[in-house]
């Protein structure tokens, strides 16, 4: 099994809609959760952190579920300028030290006018 | 005022050669990183160097070896270049989580 799982995509979706992805983490140990944004030919920029009891950034909200181990990102409604892919990242402690970030595959996100 | 940078930001070279890609942070932070991403987009740590500990990924072949001259600065030397390493290459830094990248060095071996 994969560490960190999503699904590709792509996801089209009109303008003005709600979409809404999860991703599923192996590690039961992870300890950190993130949700970064990738533009084509850019490098990885953060867009927000995920906190055990759900957190919201403007039409961007994240979940944790640890039970299940997932978490999900919900944007709501899309502007063209949210196309993009989404890596979910996931951060696990081991002995002393951290192991880096895991990242996704990314879900690939197209906002349709 | 940028907060990751890499040199160069292309790269093209033949197969065999030795190559190195600059990274260099103003943030302060701690740790620094290098990230691979290949053709499928898919991103993997490659090396993290925190107070001048190394931790490599052990799928990392020994002809990658990052070089770190201060806490600001950590290199990636690559010796005898292959057509499996053309890919992006990003640096990063983070002080404790959440990690800031670099533009990305874009290698391609001929």
């Known amino acids: 099994r994969k560490e960190v799982e999503q699904d590709p995509g792509p996801f089209n979706v009109p303008e003005g809609a709600t979409v809404a992805f999860n991703c599923t983490y192996s590690n039961s140990a992870s300890q950190s959760f993130f949700w970064y944004r990738q533009d084509c030919r850019k490098e990885p920029k953060l867009l927000m952190s995920v906190y055990s009891s759900g957190n919201e950034d403007g039409r961007f909200t994240a979940q944790l579920n640890r039970a299940s181990q997932y978490i999900s990102l919900l944007i709501r409604d899309s502007k063209l300028s949210d196309s993009a892919t989404y890596l979910c990242v996931v951060i696990g402690y081991s002995g002393g030290g951290a192991d880096g970030l895991t990242f996704g595959k990314g879900t690939h996100l197209i906002i349709q006018p | 005022d940028t907060a990751v940078s890499q040199t160069p930001k292309y790269l093209v070279t033949q197969m065999g050669n030795d190559k190195s890609i600059k990274c260099e942070q103003n943030l302060g932070h701690d740790t620094m990183y290098w990230y691979k991403q290949d053709s499928k987009k898919f991103l993997k740590i490659m090396f993290s160097?925190?107070?001048?500990?190394?931790?490599i990924n052990e799928t990392v072949p020994n002809r990658f070896s990052p070089k770190s001259p201060d806490k600001a600065h950590l290199n990636l030397h690559i010796n005898s270049l292959e057509l499996g390493d053309s890919a992006v290459y990003f640096c990063?830094?983070?002080?404790?989580?959440?990690?800031?990248f670099g533009p990305g060095t874009r290698l391609t071996v001929l």
């Open positions: 160097y925190n107070n001048k500990e190394l931790i």
């Open positions: 990063a830094s983070s002080q404790g989580r959440a990690e800031s």
